[in-house]
């Protein structure tokens, strides 16, 4: 972000209790549409995302639509404001921009950041209605949630677990060709852990599914919040332990078994999957070197 903060020094408020409005605020931007689509950031002329201050913000002429408060980062408060696009025109010093404009541009942390004021920003969006019984909803005074004052019935932010594993033997990953890749570019496996099941019992179902192969041992790696729309990545090692590879040809348009050392195109670093093949190629390096003999 186009501003100077620690972020370390972010303290992440999980309940909806905000302090009372300050100057002493900044705000990252989002675009809402009349449909209520919510999925465009504030961005300047480089394509990179910005925090503005209050004054900064006040300077916009498009109506705002909605403000929720994220937590405290550097002792400022920062805040996630939405602007209805139908309603003037930005500066010229800004653009709209789609948040994976910005996977490979801010670090981690302010990506994760980034993510959790666009969750938001949708939560309040997707819930103004309640699913159940039709009624408006109303902000808790306490929780992160829209409520029912009809059937009592509350909606959170959208959280969906999903597995992503890398599967390993010995010098060689599996990876995988997607339909869903807008390039070439093979990768891990994911999936969504379905009601009911446990995220080991997805791990080997996912990947017997997609790549017709069973794995053994487990190890947990990481997670990463991926809002797109709003899924939690867990991150996972799986041992190889029999099986050839049989892909479903509705998801998976390539799968292969490559050494460590020769890889094709892989997600980037900023991902988890690019962190787990990172990982493990660091790993495999790291035995193979101390196995190598004395000269």
């Not at 409005?21 to 449909?35: D, P, Q, W, Y």
């Not at 017709?212 to 990545?233: A, D, N, T």
């Not at 997600?267 to 070197?289: E, K, S």
Request: aromatic share 10%; glycine share 6%; net charge negative.
């Amino acid at each position: 972000m186009s501003f100077r903060f620690d972020l370390a020094s972010f303290e992440f408020h999980a309940s909806a209790v905000t302090p009372v409005a300050s100057g002493n605020r900044r705000f990252i931007i989002l675009a809402v549409t009349e449909t209520f689509s919510c999925d465009q950031l504030l961005c300047d002329t480089s394509g990179l995302l910005i925090a503005l201050t209050n004054d900064e913000a006040n300077t916009l002429s498009l109506l705002i639509s909605t403000e929720q408060y994220l937590g405290l980062l550097d002792g400022e408060e920062l805040w996630v404001r939405t602007l209805r696009v139908d309603a003037g025109n930005l500066p010229e010093s800004y653009q709209w921009l789609g948040l994976r404009s910005q996977l490979e541009v801010l670090s981690p942390a302010h990506f994760q950041l980034a993510g959790r004021a666009l969750q938001i920003a949708r939560w309040f969006y997707d819930h103004r209605f309640c699913g159940r019984c039709g009624q408006p909803t109303t902000q808790d005074s306490l929780d992160f949630a829209r409520v029912c004052q009809h059937c009592s019935l509350r909606f959170y932010p959208r959280i969906s677990p999903c597995m992503i594993v890398l599967v390993t033997r010995g010098d060689e990953i599996l990876l995988a060709h997607h339909h869903r890749a807008s390039r070439v570019m093979y990768t891990t496996l994911a999936g969504f852990v379905e009601a009911g099941e446990g995220v080991e019992d997805c791990i080997r179902r996912e990947v017997r599914e997609e790549v017709g192969v069973e794995v053994g041992e487990l190890k947990y790696f990481q997670s990463q919040p991926w809002p797109f729309p709003g899924q939690l990545m867990l991150g996972f090692f799986a041992e190889f332990a029999a099986g050839d590879i049989v892909i479903d040809p509705t998801e998976i348009i390539d799968a292969k078994w490559f050494r460590y050392d020769e890889l094709p195109q892989v997600p980037a670093t900023a991902t988890v999957a690019g962190q787990l093949i990172a990982h493990y190629v660091g790993l495999r390096r790291t035995i193979n070197n101390n196995n190598r003999p004395n000269r």
